[in-house]
């Protein structure tokens, strides 16, 4: 793990603290997994904290993990991933979040954090149904 990569974990589990189910890198990117219901409260922070300042939201999409739980991984189906981007600190930052309920999948809209979602978000909707 890089200094900058170690410095970008370290930053957002002091900011989030017991908001952060997962933290994790691999292949030179960082993952943050949050509850659903933890959701809006995180991106603002995300958004907002001096030491982390994800200014730009690039993408969201949704995601079917059904495969998953052929090889034995036992999460919910459906999840929205977010991928942010800090000009300031020069730092990218996947975040995802898992629908809590499969048949109706429902994940808070982060339109009034960036409104760049907008399209992304129909997009899951029409897609995945998310």
């Known amino acids: 793990m890089t200094l900058r990569i170690a410095a970008l974990v370290e930053s957002v589990q002091a900011a989030l603290g ?3 189910v997962t933290l994790k890198e691999a292949l ?4 943050l997994t949050v509850n659903a219901g933890d959701l809006l409260e995180v991106m603002t922070a995300l958004r907002d904290r001096a030491e982390l300042r ?3 939201l690039t993408d969201v ?3 079917d993990y059904s495969t998953y739980r052929d090889s034995g991984n036992n999460c919910p189906r459906f999840a929205v991933v977010y991928h942010l981007l800090s000009y300031a600190n020069n730092w990218r930052l996947r975040v995802r979040t898992h629908a809590t309920d499969d048949e109706l999948p429902v994940v808070a809209s982060v339109i009034n954090i960036w409104p760049s979602a907008n ?3 129909r997009e899951a909707f029409d ?4």
């Open 28 to 31: 030179g990117e960082v993952t």
């Open 18 to 20: 017991d908001k952060v």
């Open 127 to 130: 897609l995945f149904g998310i």
């Open 119 to 121: 399209w992304f978000e």
């Open 61 to 63: 999409c949704g995601v």
């Open 54 to 56: 994800f200014e730009q």
